[in-house]
């Protein structure tokens, strides 16, 4: 009796939070400034290099606590510099400085605070801080990149910080890094590559 109870008195609890939470759909663009990093110490230099993305987001808040969730449906696209010609493997094949763009799906999720308690403030200017994990489908590469065995599907994370202005656009800054390796070289297999990124992007909500 006591475990049935307990459910039902938190089916309640959900129930009262979803009918209280505020939900929000949202077009999102951004940009990004990707390093392809090896680990290695024995491989060739790599430069970072700018990139964008664009796709819509999600956004479910609780209202009174500040705190809520957002997922995104996002096109990436993460370029990187590789400078072959310092290793006589791949420049003896007459390359050189190429640039690498991957073309990713991305589903970003996160666990995401306002700050709202600014006598009235937060409608014009409202902080945040967020944090989650980035699930990244490869969905094509360049040719630099066929120097390269890649990970289909890469786990990353990300956090920042930002604002929302005017209780319309929410504008985000923060660092995203893999955690397993993005790809590697085809010969010297034992180099492994991660996206270390940084990115900025808006969100416009549609009300």
């Given at each position: ?63 009174g606590i500040g705190f809520g969730v957002d997922a995104s449906l996002l ?126 992007n808006a969100t416009y909500f549609f009300r």
């Open positions: 009796m006591k475990k049935i109870l307990l459910t039902c008195a938190l089916a309640l609890v959900a129930s009262g939070i979803s009918m209280r939470a505020e939900t929000r759909l949202g077009a999102t663009v951004g940009v990004n400034y990707n390093e392809l990093h090896f680990g290695q110490t024995d491989i060739f230099s790599t430069d970072r290099m700018p990139g964008g993305s664009v796709g819509v987001m999600g956004e479910l808040m609780i209202p096109y990436s696209m993460r370029n990187g510099k590789l400078h072959f010609e310092e290793k006589k493997a791949w420049s003896s094949m007459g390359l050189g400085a190429e640039t690498a763009t991957f073309h990713y799906i991305d589903i970003p999720i996160n666990l995401k605070f306002r700050y709202h308690n600014l006598n009235g403030f937060e409608s014009t200017l409202m902080p945040m801080a967020f944090a989650g994990p980035v699930i990244s489908i490869l969905a094509g590469h360049n040719k630099c990149a066929d120097q390269l065995s890649y990970t289909p599907v890469t786990l990353n994370l990300q956090m920042g910080i930002g604002c929302e202005i005017l209780e319309k656009v929410q504008v985000k800054a923060g660092y995203q890094f893999s955690v397993g390796q993005s790809c590697k070289t085809k010969l010297l297999d034992d180099h492994s590559a991660k996206h270390r990124t940084w990115f900025i």
